[in-house]
C-alpha cells in the first residue's frame, strides 16, 4: 500500500471519527439552557448571568378609553426606562390549552359524596355541559399566562439575589401603578412552567414530594423536566418534541409604525404557543454616539447620491426614497435621546407555536403570518436555527440569538408591544368556581375563592338583579365541584326547593317546629380549640345582652356573673365530654337563681320567658342532622321578638360546625341572606364581624347576601367587613348606592356602567382587587333553573308544572 494511500486512509478515519462526534445524539437536558435552579426562584443560567422570574396579571388595556390607555402606555414606558444596561429582560406570554379529562377525573372523585342524590350523575352533567358550552363561547380552552424575566451579571449567587430582589421592588412598584399584579415564583414554580412547556403537563406544581431521596439521588432538575423527545433537523424549520411538532418564528420589524395590538393579536389567538420578547437597553451615551455614526453615515451616502445625481444631470433632491426616509429616522430618534424621555433599546420578538401535527403546525403558522403581515411584519421561519431558538424562546433569560436577529428602538417603539390585552379571570388551582363570561372578551370567568388571603363575599344588588340565583349558582358549582359543607341562612324561607333539589337538609327554626338548636352546644374544638369554656362564655354573655342588657346592655357585674355561671353549668362536661353533659338555658337559668343575689335573679327573671315561657323553642337539646353537606336553616317563622336571637344562635352553631371541620381538613361555605339585617343589631354585627376577621384561618368562607345595600353601608361596622372582603358580586345598584360603593371599591366611572341599569346576571366582579365586568345567563331550559329562580310567576309556572 502506497504511503499516500495510508494517508488518505487515515484521514478518512479520522473524518469518520469527527463525523460521529458531530452526529453524536444529545440529551434532551440540553435543551434546558441553565447551570442551576435555586429554591427560591433565582436561577444561574451560565458564567456570572443570574435571574429571576416574576407572573403578572393582564389588565383590560385593549378595550379602555384612550385616557386610560395613554395612562398605561407612559406608566410602562417608564417601566422601560428603568432598566439601565446591566440588566436584560425577557417577556414570556404562554398559551396552553386545558386538559379537560383531568377537569372530569376530579369532579368524578367529588361526586362519590354525593350519591344521595338519585339522579345525581344527570344532575352533573347536565351542569358541566352547561360549562362547557360557555367555554366554547370565548377561548377559554387556552389559559394564558404572562411573565417576566430580568437577568443580571455578578460574581456570587449571594449578592445577585440582593440585586434581583431590589429589581424585583422596583419592578412591582411600576406595575403596581398600572393596577397590574405580581406574584414572585419559587424554584420549583419555574420548574413547573418549563415542565408544563416542554411535556404538556398542565399541573403547576411539579410532585416533588412523591419522589424518594433515592429516587433523587444522582438526578438533577433537569431531569425532572426535560422532555423525553427533542428532535431538530439541521435542514427543516420545526422540530418534534415528545408527541407534538412545534416551530419558532422571528418577527421581522419592517413598518415604521405599529399599532399597539400587534402583540395582542397574536395573544389573541387560540393557539397553544410561546412568545417571546428579549430586550436589552443600550447606555444613553453609547445609544447617542451609535446614532450620530449611523446619521453620519446616511449623511455620507445621501452626499454621494446627490453628487450622482448631478454628474448623472439629475436633479439631486431626487434621491432613493429608503435613504430618505431612513435618514429623517435616525435624524428623529437622535432627537428623541437628547430631548425626549426616551432610551434605546434593542429588541428580539420571537413565536414558539405547538402543534399536533404538521398540518395543523401549517395551519397556525398561517394564521400568525396573516396577523404579522396586517402590521407590515414578516414572520420569517428560522431555518437551520430551531435549537437555538427554542432554548432562547425558554424563560430562562438568555438569547442566543442577540446579534442575528435583534432590532434597535427607542422606548415608545418598544412600548407598542403593550403587554396588556384583556383582563381575564381564570384558575384552574384550588377548586375554582363559574361566576359567568367575561363582559369584554367573552371568556368564562372562573377563579377560587380559597385562593384569596381574605375569601369572605358579598353578593349585592337591586331586587330582580339575580343576586340570589347568582348566589345558588355558586352553591351548586361548590357542591358539585367538592367536599365541602354548605350552610345557609334563610329569613326568608326561599331555598326549600333548592336545597331538596340538591339532596340537602332544610331545618325549619320556629315556636312549632320540633327541630332544635341548643345555643349552649360546644365542643372541645370551639374557639380557638385551646380554651372552649371563654369562648363560649363571650357568646354567651352576647346572648345575654339580647335577652336582658336593654338600652344600655348588661352591667360589669352582670356581665361577671354569666361568666361565673357559664364555668359552673359547663363542669361536667369538661369532666366527662359527652353530647349528654352539655347544658342547655335551664341549666343557666338554675345557675342565675343560684347566686342568690339581685343582678342574678334579673338576669333569671328575663331568661325564664326563653326556658318555660312561650318563647322556649331554643330550650332543647340539639335535635338536627347535621351531618349532610348541604343545611339551610329556615327561620322565617321564627318570629319578631325571636328572629334577632335565632340569628345570633344559628351563627354560634356555624361557629362550632367551622371548627370541627378544621380538624377534618374541609371548608365551610356559609350564606347569609338578608345580610343586613345581622349588621343592624348590635350583638348580631359584633359576631358578623368576627366571621370575617376570623373564619378564613379555620377553613370558613362566609358570604353576605342582601338588596338593601344602602341599609348595610350605613352600618359602622361594614368598614371591617369592607377590608376583609376580597370578594364582590356588583350586580344592579340604585343611583345613591351605586356611588357609595365606588368610593368603597375603587370603582371607575366606566366600570360603574356595568352596574347601571344593567340587566339581571350582568354586573362587576372584585377578586382580590381586580374588577371584572361579566354576564351570566343560565339556561331556562336546565331542569336546575325551576328551583334557583326567585321570580314568583315563574316559580309559580315552572314549579307548578313540574308537581
Sequence with gaps: MSKRLEKLNLFQVLQRLVDSKKNQRKSTQDTLNYQKMYPNGVCHVGGQVYNRMIRFSDISYQLSQDEKKQKIFALYSTLLNSFDDTIKIQFCFINYRINSEDNEKEVLVYSKSNNNIEDFELLRNEYFSFLEEQKQKGNNGIVRNKYLVFSIKDKSDENAARRLSSIENNINDHFKKMGVGTEELNGIERLSIMNNLLNGNTKHHLELDNLTTEQLKGRTTKDLIAPKVVRFDKDKDEFEINNKIGATLHLKIEATELSDRVLADFLDLDLEMLVSMHIRSLGQQQAVRMVKSKTSDLDSIKIEEQKKALRSGYDMDILPTDLNMHVEQSRKILSDLQRENERYFYLTFTITVFEKNRKDLDNAIFRLSNIAQKQNCTLVKMKFQQEKALISALPLGENLNESDLERGLTTSSTAIFVPFTTQELYQEEKEPVYYGLNALSNNVIQVSRKALKNPNGLFLGTPGSGKSFSAKREMIDTFLRTTDDILICDPEGEYYAFVKRLGGEEI?????????????????????????????????????????????????????????????????????????????????????????????????????????????????????????????????????????????????????????????????????????KLLAEEQTSNYSVEFWKRFRKWGGIPTGITQNVKDLLSSPKIETIIDNTDFVYLLNQAASDRYILQQKFEISDYQANYITNSSEGEGLLVYSGNILPFTDKFPHNNSLYPVMTTKPEEIKRLRGSAD
Design 508 to 676: 325549619k327554626i320556629a315556636l312549632n317546629s320540633t327541630d332544635y338548636i341548643n345555643p349552649l352546644d360546644i365542643s372541645l374544638e370551639y374557639g380557638e380549640g385551646e380554651n372552649p369554656i371563654s369562648f363560649k362564655s363571650d357568646f354567651i354573655i352576647n346572648l345575654m345582652e339580647l335577652i336582658a342588657g336593654g338600652k344600655t346592655g348588661l352591667s360589669a357585674r352582670q356581665k361577671t356573673i354569666v361568666d361565673k355561671s357559664v364555668r359552673i353549668i359547663y363542669r361536667p362536661y369538661l369532666e366527662s365530654p359527652s353530647p349528654e353533659n352539655i347544658p342547655i338555658l335551664e341549666d343557666l337559668y338554675k345557675a342565675f337563681v343560684d347566686t342568690e343575689n339581685a343582678e342574678g335573679q334579673e338576669l333569671a327573671d328575663a331568661l325564664e320567658l326563653y326556658v318555660s315561657g312561650s318563647l322556649d323553642v331554643f330550650n332543647h337539646r340539639t335535635k338536627i342532622n347535621t351531618n349532610n353537606r348541604l343545611i339551610c336553616f329556615n327561620i322565617q317563622e321564627l318570629g319578631s321578638n325571636l328572629r334577632e336571637l335565632g340569628m345570633l344562635i344559628l351563627q354560634d352553631h356555624v361557629w362550632n360546625k367551622v371548627t370541627m371541620n378544621r380538624n377534618r381538613d374541609k371548608k365551610t361555605w356559609y350564606y347569609m341572606d338578608e345580610f343586613h
